[in-house]
């Protein structure tokens, strides 16, 4: 709207003042024209006239007095003036022509010229009286040639004066067409004012809507001038300006966006934190309760406490424990605090399933668990080899105490979609659905009740994702028709 507004106001203010322009220059160029008409008329009509009298007076000098009546004759035929011609005595010559002024009286006339040669007067006596009868030729320019004639040896006059009805013609003829030509001299003012008003006002109000969008941050768009004039400069100015805004505005969201995912990420770590030592601290909070009153009735000699070597013995189990879960948070803390990345040692993934089954054989045997081995030689991975055996291991000892006494644990190497993978599946034994998700998470466990003879500390699985994660390997675990199933994907070495 306010766009719409802002073209109908320029455009009307730049027609009105273009068009007032172009009537007052119409109208002072017509009133030069009506002014300047009679007296160019006159200098063109005069110019040619000279010309054909210095023709006239040439013919003259080969042609007798007698015989100048014709010749006179065809000169104001063609030229439609007026002549006299005058003798040395300054009287008028009959010439016997029919057109040029003769002398109507026998007595003696006189013929005076002005200095400006404006006008000629011719003056007589009338009928042997004392007055005198003046007639004037014409009051415009009279043109005055000397003549010479091959029978007279004196220098006669010739006074030509063009006649200028045809001039008063054309000047009347202009003023009755006045009122139709500043009819159409006004027409085409308004014409021209709404061409050149909106020939102006067009590029001015597109100028204007794309001032408009970069105060809204639009740079979508593409100023199209073409002109050469300050319009097209302002336009391609604003083309090159829009550009520069635009990239430095994606740079700035770009680094807002990369800032903003770094703040998420340091929060998410802090409640990541946060949430450890709560657990940590949840977690060992319930051994040293029970190391405290198990000691303290030991002490203090009361009830069942008496048997000390009994209790002494538990303590001991309590204190492992207890060793085992600061161990595992110290080696999440290391985890967290190192970088890992510079560590690329070359491993043979079933080699290290290998040494660790070896390690682990003593629980699988106490289990009667049925242990199935498929390892593929030679699959090689680079990281770090302890922190590697820390995932295999704990990802073997939770195949072990999760599943039922006599049933099998399936190991798998080898390359899947061209990435070393390793897989381990334990039966007999299912996971929740629910549980599925919170698995790598810290301290979980399925079972709530945190009983210590049917799971361990819930940091088992967190420390094997620490792990893979710095290693950008891959962990999941997924319910099978059997039992479960974890896959660890590590990354193409090559």
């Known amino acids: 709207m306010l766009r719409k507004k802002i073209h109908e106001s320029l455009t009307t203010h730049i027609f009105l003042i273009t068009a007032l322009v172009l009537l007052g220059a119409g109208t002072i160029t017509f009133g ?30 080969d042609t007798t007095l007698e015989d100048c009546g014709p010749i006179l004759d065809a000169f104001l035929r063609d030229s439609g003036a007026d002549a006299m011609l005058v003798g040395p005595d300054e009287q008028i010559i009959n010439t016997g022509s029919q ?54 040896l004196g220098v006669y006059t010739l006074y030509v004066t063009p006649r200028l009805q045809a001039e008063n013609l054309a000047v009347k003829a202009l003023i009755q067409m006045a009122p139709w030509l500043l009819l159409t001299l006004l027409i085409f003012s308004l014409l021209g004012a709404l061409v050149y008003s909106r020939y102006i006002t067009r590029p001015i109000v597109r100028l204007s809507g794309i001032a408009g969008k970069m105060a809204d941050l639009d740079f979508s768009w593409t100023c199209e001038e073409t002109r050469q004039d300050e319009i097209g400069h302002l336009g391609r100015s604003l083309n090159q300006m829009a550009q520069k805004l635009s990239n430095a505005l994606r740079e700035l969201k770009a680094s ?3 800032l903003r995912g770094e703040m998420e990420q340091e929060r998410e770590l802090d409640r990541q934190r946060m949430a450890f030592f709560s657990a940590a601290s949840h977690e060992l909070k319930t051994p040293v309760t029970i190391l405290r009153g198990q000691l303290s009735g030991m002490l203090d000699g009361v009830d069942v406490y008496r048997d000390r070597e009994k209790y002494l013995a538990r303590s001991l189990q309590v204190t492992a424990r207890m060793e085992k879960l600061i161990q595992e948070i110290l080696t999440i ?17 079933s080699e290290m399933v290998g040494q660790q089954l070896k390690l682990d054989a003593d629980l699988i045997q106490q289990r009667h668990l049925n242990v199935t081995a ?8 680079y990281g770090d080899p302890s922190m590697l055996a ?48 919170h698995l790598f998470e810290a301290f979980y466990r399925e079972e709530q009740s945190r009983n210590r003879r049917t799971g361990g500390s819930g940091l088992g699985l967190y420390l094997v994702r620490i792990i893979l994660d710095r290693h950008r390997a891959k962990c999941w675990i997924d319910n099978t028709a059997e039992g479960v199933l974890a896959t660890v994907c590590f990354k193409n070495p090559q």
């Open 32 to 61: 030069l024209i009506a002014w300047a008409t009679p007296s160019t008329y006159t200098a063109v009509l005069n110019d040619d006239l000279t010309g054909q009298v210095n023709t006239l007076v040439e013919k003259l000098e």
């Open 99 to 152: 057109f040029a002024i003769q002398s109507v009286y026998e007595d003696t006339g006189t013929v005076s010229a002005a200095e400006d040669s404006s006008a000629v007067t011719y003056a007589t006596d009338v009928l042997d009286t004392d007055e005198s009868v003046s007639v004037t030729m014409s009051d415009q320019a009279t043109i005055v040639a000397d003549v010479h004639f091959s029978d007279r």
């Open 256 to 258: 807002n966006e990369a």
């Open 333 to 349: 803390s290391r985890m967290e605090a190192q970088d890992i990345s510079c560590i690329q040692e070359k491993i043979d993934v």
């Open 374 to 381: 498929d390892l593929c030689p030679d699959l090689i991975v």
């Open 390 to 437: 820390k995932v295999i291991g704990n990802l073997l000892s939770n195949a072990a105490l999760y599943s039922p006494d006599g049933e099998e644990i399936r190991i798998w190497t080898g390359l899947k979609e061209n990435s070393p993978t390793l897989t381990i599946e334990n039966t007999g034994v299912h996971i929740g659905t629910a549980a599925l998700p």
